[in-house]
């Protein structure tokens, strides 16, 4: 039993932040990738950043510069510092984490619930 948890959406007028929290419980072994997701109505959902075991980083070109991805190993808690919003980042943000439940074991990918941000004037 793994759960994935994302917690700190809500609404933010343009050039505000947030700050996104996620974090993993259950049977873990260990967590290799972390990241988070977007969907906007109407829209697939889209990669918006991810962070590896190793603390490697990538984000999509339209947040670069504007968020920040990291982690807490010691909680498994990957966060999404949100700066310098816009309203095409309105969306609803999903946790994913790629998950062992045990050493032997290979590694599944876990979301979350999703957590709605809305940035509106």
């Known amino acids: ?13 343009p050039g505000g932040s947030l700050r996104l ?12 990738r ?3 997701y977007r969907q906007a109505p109407g829209k697939e959902r ?10 490697g980083t990538n984000y999509a070109d339209s947040v670069k510069g504007r968020f920040t991805i990291s982690r807490d190993y010691a909680t498994n808690t990957v966060y999404l510092q949100m700066n310098t919003l816009k309203p095409e980042d309105t ?3 999903y946790c994913n984490a790629e998950i062992r439940r045990y050493r ?8 979350g619930q999703g957590t709605l941000v809305t940035v509106s004037s």
Request: overall charge negative.
């Open 1 to 13: 039993q793994v759960q994935v948890v994302e917690s700190g959406g809500g609404l933010v007028q």
């Open 21 to 32: 929290s996620c974090a993993a419980s259950g049977s873990i072994f260990d967590i290799n």
């Open 34 to 36: 972390m990241g988070w």
């Open 46 to 55: 889209e990669l918006v950043a991810s962070i590896t075991r190793g603390g």
């Open 91 to 93: 969306a609803v943000y």
């Open 104 to 111: 032997v074991d290979g590694y599944h990918e876990h979301w």
